[in-house]
């Protein structure tokens, strides 16, 4: 059987602020993240990698519902969308497949991490 990705994407609001860090960032301020949440696997008997319904409520029980509007320093070390990206890793990695996870910090920037 073929391996394919399905991937769906999240948003949550976050405030932070940058550890060892000189510039705008060292202050607290706000993101619109954008997350894109990447699983990867054979097409299972209903034809699907992976129900995109158990995505969502993994992810939003998981990760959503813990860092939207919340302040992100307060909940992992410099918060950085690098570090942020590796603690929804590490928050997902146990309930599913996953592939890839894609972090926007703005429409023009973004990480990536594949665990
Ligand atoms: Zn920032």
Redesign the pocket.
């Known amino acids: 059987m073929p391996f394919l990705t399905a991937t769906r994407k999240f948003e949550f609001a976050s405030s ?3 550890e060892n860090y000189k510039g705008k ?1 060292e202050h607290m ?1 706000g ?1 619109n993240y954008k997350l894109h949440i990447t699983v990867k696997g054979e097409i299972a008997n209903d034809g699907l990698v992976m129900d995109f319904a158990d995505i969502k409520k993994i992810v939003k029980n998981k990760v959503i519902e813990k860092l939207d509007h919340k302040h992100l320093n307060d909940i992992l070390k410099n918060p950085t969308a690098e570090h942020i990206s590796i603690w929804i890793w590490d928050a997902l990695k146990d309930h599913m497949p996953l592939h890839k996870i894609k972090l926007y ?1 703005t429409d023009n920037c973004y990480v990536e991490y594949e665990g």
């Open positions: 932070h602020f940058l960032c301020h993101h910090e």
